[in-house]
């Protein structure tokens, strides 16, 4: 039998077997996370931080940068704001000149860029779907360094308005080693899509992927790629009774293969019902707090008014994570940031695949720090302490494969991957 998709016959059926000790259907025999992982249905509480400045009721998006969160309104506006996660109030501004917002749901980023998507298009009519890719040297100069990424969806034909009844609509991106990825917010089924597109500047099509089906509409997504995590958040949506519509979720995507996000553990986590909110972002500077926008709603439904204030929420998500992300070495230490790029400008790997050492350029405060070697399995197969720029891979747990290099210096963690071969 093979181990690495665990399944025991019974009455006729196949049952698949999971890796996750947290699914009702884990095996602890099981070795390699085949996707099928079965989880109860879960709710957790939230804790509403505060109600957002009316400067920033519109916000759609929201990242970890530059030491603080930062959200940005969805359109008529052009300014970032940085915002207190204690309070919710409004710390900084910073205003993007050349910038025209359209329908901006999303910013991603990588290392050296921020990526505005303008990409809102809950009609399914528009045909000037793009991203804004801005340098981040350029967004702390104040030069604003600026291009391009045009896409429109290989498969879409129809562009007759369609408002809130398309799969064309979306709020949800983010960018990997070499391409955006792009989580659909799909009116009509309520289900996801992933496309993907090229990362630079041009008109691309954006190649349609997986679907999976999250019973709500996509709102924002968060990822850390080093540990094959990436956090969605949406809400339902009942268009016969709005009443008992924009109820809050979240899905857990970890633990899958390279950029196929739905192959590994698909979970999701509902807010409690009795809350009701137009959540439209989530960012994390530490892998298990979260924190949530939601834009001001106001409409009038049979009768009703209907009142949902802007507000900034947090889920602490160590429960359903932690177990998870132990294996790459995080631990339950709030004033840990962790950081995720493997293109950080001070920092050079290389080559990149490896024989018998890395060669590691760092920055001087660095000197000393502690540094570990893990498998995609979170086994740790080496460890020690930067001495000089070289790193030895002649542990007897580093075979020819895919491995994580974590870096520890004063409370922050650093991670890059690399590929070891045999000569």
């Given at each position: 039998m093979n181990v690495m998709k665990i399944r025991l016959f019974f009455s006729g059926l196949w049952l698949m077997m999971a890796t996750d000790p947290l699914a009702t259907n884990y095996d602890s025999s099981a070795t390699l996370n085949d996707g099928s992982c079965v989880y109860e249905t879960t709710t957790i509480d939230t804790n509403v931080i505060g109600t957002l400045n009316t400067q920033t009721e519109g916000s759609s998006s929201l990242f970890y940068w530059n030491n603080g969160y930062w959200t940005y309104n969805d359109h008529n506006d052009n300014c970032l704001y940085r915002i207190d996660s204690t309070n919710a109030a409004i710390?900084?501004?910073?205003c993007i000149n050349g910038l025209n917002n359209y329908d901006t749901e999303e910013i991603s980023q990588d290392s050296l860029y921020l990526y505005f998507g303008d990409i809102g298009n809950n009609s399914?009519?528009?045909?000037?779907?793009?991203i804004l890719r801005?340098?981040?040297?350029?967004?702390?100069n104040h030069t604003?360094?600026?291009?391009?990424i045009a896409f429109s969806y290989e498969d879409q034909t129809d562009f007759s308005p369609q408002p809130q009844n398309t799969d064309f609509d979306c709020e949800a991106f983010i960018v990997g080693r070499d391409s955006i990825y792009l989580f659909t917010k799909q009116w009509a089924s309520t289900q996801t899509t992933i496309y993907s597109l090229p990362k630079t500047p041009g008109h691309h099509l954006a190649r349609r992927g997986n679907t999976y089906n999250v019973n709500g509409l996509i709102t924002g997504a968060s990822f850390l790629p080093e540990y094959q995590l990436a956090v969605l958040c949406g809400y339902d949506y009942d268009r016969e009774n709005l009443l008992t519509a924009l109820h809050p979720f979240i899905i857990l995507l970890y633990d899958f293969q390279e950029d196929n996000f739905f192959s590994g553990n698909k979970r999701r986590i509902d807010f409690d019902y009795s809350v009701r909110a137009q959540v439209e972002a989530i960012a994390t500077q530490n892998a298990l707090d979260y924190?949530?926008?939601?834009?001001?709603?106001?409409t009038t439904v049979m009768g009703f008014n209907i009142d949902f204030p802007a507000q900034l929420q947090r889920l602490d998500l160590r429960t359903y994570l932690l177990p998870y992300l132990s294996r790459f070495g995080v631990s339950d230490n709030p004033n840990t940031i962790l950081n995720f790029d493997d293109h950080e400008s001070d920092f050079r790997l290389y080559p990149n695949p490896a024989?018998?050492?890395l060669h590691l350029d760092y920055p001087q405060e660095y000197l000393g720090a502690e540094y570990e070697i893990l498998n995609l399995n979170g086994q740790k197969v080496a460890e020690g302490i930067l001495k000089d720029k070289t790193i030895p891979l002649n542990s007897k747990g580093l075979s020819s494969g895919k491995y994580i290099l974590l870096l520890r210096k004063n409370g922050q963690v650093k991670s890059f991957t690399f590929i070891k071969m045999e000569k």
């Amino acid at each position: 039998m093979n181990v690495m998709k665990i399944r025991l016959f019974f009455s006729g059926l196949w049952l698949m077997m999971a890796t996750d000790p947290l699914a009702t259907n884990y095996d602890s025999s099981a070795t390699l996370n085949d996707g099928s992982c079965v989880y109860e249905t879960t709710t957790i509480d939230t804790n509403v931080i505060g109600t957002l400045n009316t400067q920033t009721e519109g916000s759609s998006s929201l990242f970890y940068w530059n030491n603080g969160y930062w959200t940005y309104n969805d359109h008529n506006d052009n300014c970032l704001y940085r915002i207190d996660s204690t309070n919710a109030a409004i710390l900084e501004t910073l205003c993007i000149n050349g910038l025209n917002n359209y329908d901006t749901e999303e910013i991603s980023q990588d290392s050296l860029y921020l990526y505005f998507g303008d990409i809102g298009n809950n009609s399914g009519s528009r045909r000037d779907l793009h991203i804004l890719r801005i340098s981040k040297e350029s967004m702390l100069n104040h030069t604003f360094e600026m291009d391009t990424i045009a896409f429109s969806y290989e498969d879409q034909t129809d562009f007759s308005p369609q408002p809130q009844n398309t799969d064309f609509d979306c709020e949800a991106f983010i960018v990997g080693r070499d391409s955006i990825y792009l989580f659909t917010k799909q009116w009509a089924s309520t289900q996801t899509t992933i496309y993907s597109l090229p990362k630079t500047p041009g008109h691309h099509l954006a190649r349609r992927g997986n679907t999976y089906n999250v019973n709500g509409l996509i709102t924002g997504a968060s990822f850390l790629p080093e540990y094959q995590l990436a956090v969605l958040c949406g809400y339902d949506y009942d268009r016969e009774n709005l009443l008992t519509a924009l109820h809050p979720f979240i899905i857990l995507l970890y633990d899958f293969q390279e950029d196929n996000f739905f192959s590994g553990n698909k979970r999701r986590i509902d807010f409690d019902y009795s809350v009701r909110a137009q959540v439209e972002a989530i960012a994390t500077q530490n892998a298990l707090d979260y924190h949530i926008t939601s834009e001001h709603y106001a409409t009038t439904v049979m009768g009703f008014n209907i009142d949902f204030p802007a507000q900034l929420q947090r889920l602490d998500l160590r429960t359903y994570l932690l177990p998870y992300l132990s294996r790459f070495g995080v631990s339950d230490n709030p004033n840990t940031i962790l950081n995720f790029d493997d293109h950080e400008s001070d920092f050079r790997l290389y080559p990149n695949p490896a024989y018998n050492q890395l060669h590691l350029d760092y920055p001087q405060e660095y000197l000393g720090a502690e540094y570990e070697i893990l498998n995609l399995n979170g086994q740790k197969v080496a460890e020690g302490i930067l001495k000089d720029k070289t790193i030895p891979l002649n542990s007897k747990g580093l075979s020819s494969g895919k491995y994580i290099l974590l870096l520890r210096k004063n409370g922050q963690v650093k991670s890059f991957t690399f590929i070891k071969m045999e000569k």
